[in-house]
């Protein structure tokens, strides 16, 4: 094989990994087993960080620990009383909406209930889905990320990237993910049973496994713009 082929095969390979990282809401509870999360964490550490502080820390959750978690979590989502109590520490979404970004948001919600037949006004229903979020989709492993309080924004940026990575290698591995920034807001009942040190914020969790292919949600394929209408040349 020449150079250029094999250049050509990998860039092939690593745009079908990048095009192939979706998130998926549906997992099958096939084991995933510790050396392989480890080589997924040890790849995505290759991110990219300011002065190379590598501001990452990792909580992999399985079995009883997970499933403990899971049952609190979605007692407390479908409790409005008990929901009440719980805030997000910052903020991800922006306080105010506008177009485009609202369109996109509304669009995904519209197409994932309309998949599951949830029709709008269904807030029970509604709900229910999204407390799925809690119990990782049926994944086998749930991830959490944390960052040190000391970090500025830019450790933030950096953090951005190590994500990313562990969902590409994730994928890379014949495994899927789902980022969920929906955990956050009950950080303090996960730092509880995550013995998260108070020096220590929650970023986000994920779930990591083999999804299931008989999930409708998992048909579900978020659209992308093109580079032409985000991107500008100037010479």
């Known amino acids: 094989m020449s150079d250029s082929d094999s250049q050509a095969e990998i860039t092939r390979i690593?745009?079908?990994?990048?095009?192939?990282?979706?998130?998926?809401?549906?997992?099958?509870?096939?084991?995933?087993?510790?050396?392989t999360i480890l080589e997924i964490l040890d790849i995505a550490a290759r991110a990219p960080s300011g002065t190379n502080t590598q501001p990452w820390q990792v909580i992999v959750v399985t079995g009883k620990k997970k499933e403990a978690l899971s049952q609190e979590l979605i007692e407390t989502a479908l409790d409005p009383v008990r929901d009440a109590e719980h805030v997000q520490e910052y903020y991800y979404y922006p306080e105010k909406w506008v177009a485009p970004f609202i369109d996109r948001r509304r669009k995904v919600g519209y197409d994932l209930y309309g998949l599951l037949g949830?029709?709008?006004?269904?807030?029970?229903?509604?709900?229910?889905?999204?407390?799925?979020?809690?119990?990782f989709f049926d994944a086998p492993v749930g991830l959490f990320f944390t960052i040190d309080r000391v970090m500025g924004q830019g450790s933030w940026l950096d953090y951005g990237m190590f994500l990313q990575n562990v969902m590409l290698a994730a994928r890379a591995r014949g495994l899927d993910t789902c980022p969920q920034a929906a955990f956050c807001k009950y950080h303090r009942i996960i730092a509880q049973h995550l013995e998260i040190p108070e020096q220590q914020m929650l970023v986000c969790g994920m779930s990591l496994g083999y999804e299931?292919?008989?999930?409708?949600?998992?048909?579900?394929?978020?659209?992308?713009?093109?580079?032409?209408?985000?991107?500008?040349?100037?010479?």
């Open 14 to 35: 690593v745009d079908e990994v990048i095009r192939g990282r979706r998130s998926v809401r549906g997992f099958l509870s096939t084991t995933v087993l510790k050396k």
């Open 118 to 135: 949830i029709t709008t006004g269904e807030r029970e229903r509604m709900g229910q889905q999204f407390a799925r979020n809690y119990a």
């Open 212 to 235: 299931d292919h008989s999930k409708i949600e998992n048909t579900l394929h978020t659209e992308r713009e093109s580079s032409e209408s985000f991107c500008r040349f100037l010479a």
